[in-house]
């Protein structure tokens, strides 16, 4: 079990977090092609505790490594990019918009993908391996997912219309790669 504890383990302690955080984030995308959309937002936040408790661990561990910073953005990009834009995609713009309206919300929602992996690879090119910046520059894509959940929220609660829904995606989208400071926690 010394692999656990080995910095250059591809399955080290918090690379299996990491793992267990894309696997909730692949059963999530299952689900809503299923439309359990609740049971994905469920999976989708198992995935969001793993992702705060890899790092956590890699950082107490000294288990930080450049394939751990590589699997982290994956795991990010599967689970708070990929699957709220496919959860918003599949119930709201595909239940509620016309033939325009998805047109405008294709292009929002790959835009808004574009722009998730834009920062993930942008953070990933300036990550040096254990050191964390007390600031984040543009909103990190986790907190991007649970503003993307709230918007989903207000829309199944009849709150906010999936034309509204389509905006705020942009606007979500496009402070991912803003210059907004966000404190890291």
């Known amino acids: 079990m010394k692999f656990l ?3 250059s383990s591809h399955f080290n302690l918090a690379n299996l977090f990491t793992f267990v955080n894309i696997t909730a984030g692949l059963m999530a995308t299952y689900n809503i092609t299923q439309n359990n959309f609740a049971t994905a937002i469920i999976l989708a936040w198992i995935g969001g505790a793993f992702d705060i408790f890899d790092g956590k661990i ?3 561990y000294n288990l930080s490594n450049e394939f751990g910073i590589q699997l982290d953005s994956f795991a990010d990009f599967l689970s708070f990019v990929l ?3 496919f959860l918003i995609f599949q119930a709201v713009y595909a239940s509620h918009l016309g033939s325009f309206g998805m047109f405008i919300a294709s292009i929002v929602s790959i835009s808004y993908v574009i722009a998730g992996l834009r920062r993930l690879i942008h953070f990933n090119i ?3 391996a254990g050191e ?4 984040f520059t543009g ?3 986790p907190l991007g997912a649970i503003l993307l ?3 989903y929220l207000t829309n199944a609660y009849d709150i906010l219309s999936a034309s509204i829904v389509v905006i705020l995606m942009a606007v979500i989208g496009w402070s991912l790669n803003s210059t907004i400071k966000v404190r890291h926690p």
């Open 5 to 7: 504890y080995t910095p």
């Open 58 to 60: 890699a950082r107490k």
């Open 83 to 85: 699957v709220p834009v």
């Open 126 to 128: 300036n990550a040096d």
């Open 132 to 135: 964390v910046d007390n600031y």
């Open 139 to 141: 909103v990190p894509t």
């Open 149 to 151: 959940w709230l918007v």
